[in-house]
C-alpha cells in the first residue's frame, strides 16, 4: 500500500528566520495523519528545519545535490553533507534545475545513483514543456527521461525513489493540468516503470504530481487512482495553505 507523500518545494525563498517562524506555525497546524509530510527548502534554511521539526513526522528535503563525494566543484553541496545535517529527501530534475543549470537526464541518473548509496531518498522530476505537449510528444519526453534518469538503477532500490510529474507549463504558472490530465500521464508513467521493471515494482513507487497545486485544487488531485501525493511550490510557503493541502 502506498502511502500518499506531499512536499512543499520552497525554491529560493525564506531566510533562517522566515524558515523557523513557519515551523513553528506548522507545527501548530500540524496533526497527526496518513499523509507523509517534507519540506524542500533552500540549504540554508536545512539545520533550521531539522531541528525545529526534531521530534515531529515532518521531514526535510533538499533541492539539490552533487554526484560527487567531494572536489572542486564550487556552490554544490554532496550526499553525505546533506546526510550530516539529518536531511531525509532530495529533489533531483526539477525542470527549473534542467532550464537554469543545465541539468541532464544523465547528470540527475548520477545523482539518483549516488544517493542511493545512503539514506537520503530521492524526488526524482519529469515533465514536458507546452511546446512538447502542444506538438504531441509529452509522453515521449517524460518517457525518456525516466529511462535515461533510472538507467542502471536496480529494481531493489526503486522503492525508495519518488517520482514527480510536473508538466513544465503548470509550474508557477497558475495554470493546472486538469486532475485528468495529471492522472492520464501518472497512468503513463506506471505504466513505463512496469516495462522497465515489473509490476511489483511500479506498484511500489510513488508518484507525485507537481504544477501549480493548491488549497481549491488538492482534493480533486490527489482522488485520481495513479496520483499518490503532490510536489507543492508556492501554495508550500504558508503554513496554512500547505496544511490545507496535506488535509486533502
Known amino acids: ?31 497527526d495523519t496518513d499523509v507523509q509530510t517534507a519540506i524542500c527548502a533552500p540549504f540554508t534554511d536545512l539545520e533550521t528545519l531539522v531541528e525545529a521539526f526534531a521530534g515531529t513526522d515532518i521531514k526535510v528535503g533538499a533541492q539539490n545535490v552533487h554526484f560527487a563525494d567531494e572536489g572542486a566543484y564550487t556552490g554544490e553541496v554532496s550526499v553525505a553533507m546533506l546526510e550530516d545535517i539529518g536531511v531525509d529527501f532530495c529533489i533531483v530534475g526539477h525542470s527549473e534545475r534542467r532550464q537554469y ?45 525516466l529511462q ?66 493548491k488549497p481549491a485544487n488538492a482534493t480533486d488531485i490527489m482522488n485520481m487512482d495513479e496520483i499518490d501525493g503532490a510536489l507543492v511550490g508556492g501554495a508550500s510557503l504558508k503554513a496554512k495553505d500547505f496544511m490545507e493541502i496535506i488535509d486533502f
Open 1 to 31: 500500500m502506498r502511502v500518499p507523500f506531499i512536499a512543499g518545494n520552497w525554491k529560493m525563498f525564506k531566510n533562517r528566520a522566515e524558515a523557523r517562524e513557519f515551523a513553528e506555525e506548522f507545527k501548530k497546524l500540524y496533526k
Open 101 to 145: 543549470f543545465a541539468e541532464t537526464d544523465e547528470t540527475v541518473n548520477l545523482k539518483l545513483k549516488k544517493l542511493l548509496t545512503g539514506a537520503i531518498r530521492p524526488i526524482m522530476c519529469v515533465g514536458e514543456s507546452l511546446d512538447e505537449r502542444d506538438a504531441g510528444s509529452a509522453f515521449d519526453r517524460v518517457k525518456s527521461q
Open 148 to 213: 535515461l534518469g533510472l538507467a542502471d538503477i536496480d529494481a531493489k532500490d526503486t522503492a525508495r525513489i519518488v517520482i514527480a510529474y510536473e508538466p513544465i507549463w503548470a509550474i508557477g504558472t497558475g495554470r493546472t493540468a486538469t486532475p485528468e490530465q495529471a492522472e492520464e500521464m501518472c497512468a503513463f508513467i506506471r505504466n513505463t516503470l512496469i516495462e522497465l521493471y515489473d509490476e511489483d515494482t511500479a506498484d511500489e513507487m510513488i508518484i507525485q504530481y507537481g504544477g501549480s497545486v
